[in-house]
């Protein structure tokens, strides 16, 4: 399985549309760019405000488990 790192946002929606083009009344998406076509699932984490404080620490962890190939941290 391969994983498309998204990140963290304040306006989630706009950085995920960077990515893909929704067409909310047929409930579908398409990619932008052929890179993005094989992506089946769409996986979002949300955390309550009372939490905010553990979203870094969260986003961090997975990265470092799950490895997304194109992540500015598991470049160089």
Not at 9 to 22: D, H, Q
Not at 24 to 41: C, F, L, P, R, V
């Amino acid at each position: 399985m391969e994983l498309l790192y998204i990140g963290s946002s304040n306006t989630l929606g706009i950085r995920l549309s960077s990515y893909f083009k929704f067409d909310i009344s047929g409930n579908t998406s398409q990619a932008k760019k052929d890179e993005y076509k094989n992506y089946e699932w769409l996986i979002t984490i949300a955390l309550i405000d009372k939490f905010w404080f553990l979203a870094s620490s969260l986003e961090l962890f997975l990265i470092d488990k799950l490895r997304p190939k194109n992540n500015k941290i598991n470049k160089g």
